[in-house]
T-cell receptor, first 112, second 116 residues
Framework: GDSVTQMEGPVTLSEEAFLTINCTYT??????LFWYVQYPGEGLQLLLK?????DKGSNKGFEATYRKETTSFHLEKGSVQVSDSAVYFC???????????FGRGTSLIVHP | GAVVSQHPSWVICKSGTSVKIECRSL??????MFWYRQFPKQSLMLMAT?????????EQGVEKDKFLINHASLTLSTLTVTSAHPEDSSFYIC????????????FGPGTRLLVL
């Protein structure tokens, strides 16, 4: 079945540091890939997505590139801010399903 | 925007009691709502899918008599944990799919349940 593997957290960074959160997946066919973010006390929000190989999703300074050859969708940001502190979930959606398969989530803590 | 609320945000109850969690779509009609469960440091696990006016579809391994789901209107779905036990303690998250938008799900903030 489909699965998503994320790096374990928490990831702790200083403000303006470079961020990478690794995500790899296993799926049949050609899934769509997503990153969701959950700020404290709020619901999950879609951060970015990519629907085919080599697509780059981007939003709010975050980027992730759909790498079919390595089955990866790593999340990156060049300069994190304290306000980026949240839990980040990588997810995929296969075929005709509208139900995503989620990774375990990675907590990001950014210190001033 | 599309906002989904959950109530309560957290609840503590005694073993053997039942707990109802509400999920509301505040500014749109949700033809389909989803209930997830999240254990600490685990991914979100889909429990069931509910369509307005029909019975919920439960995922394998989820007890339908234990987790009662009602989706009586296009803006409200409820999850009732019946005869709760400590192992039911978890974080419950709902999401809603707006009309025919397809893949987009809007998530609620979650409800933390602690059963003593």
């Amino acid at each position: 079945g489909d699965s998503v593997t994320q790096m374990e957290g928490p990831v702790t960074l200083s403000e303006e540091a470079f961020l990478t959160i690794n995500c790899t997946y296993t799926a049949t066919g050609y899934p769509s890939l997503f990153w969701y973010v959950q700020y404290p006390g709020e619901g999950l929000q879609l951060l970015l997505k990519a629907t085919k190989a080599d697509d780059k999703g981007s939003n709010k300074g975050f980027e992730a590139t759909y790498r079919k050859e390595t089955t990866s969708f790593h999340l990156e940001k060049g300069s994190v801010q304290v306000s980026d502190s949240a839990v980040y979930f990588c997810a995929l959606r296969s075929g005709g399903s509208y139900i995503p398969t989620f990774g375990r989530g990675t907590s990001l803590i950014v210190h001033p | 925007g599309a906002v989904v609320s959950q109530h309560p945000s957290w609840v503590i109850c005694k073993s053997g009691t039942s707990v109802k969690i509400e999920c509301r779509s505040l500014d749109f009609q949700a033809t389909t709502m989803f209930w997830y469960r999240q254990f600490p440091k685990q991914s979100l696990m889909l429990m069931a899918t509910s369509n307005e006016g029909s019975k919920a579809t439960y995922e394998q391994g989820v007890e339908k008599d234990k987790f009662l789901i009602n989706h009586a209107s296009l803006t409200l779905s409820t999850l009732t944990v019946t005869s709760a036990h400590p192992e039911d303690s978890s974080f419950y998250i709902c999401s809603a799919r707006r009309g025919a938008e397809g893949e987009t799900q809007y998530f609620g903030p979650g409800t933390r349940l602690l059963v003593l």
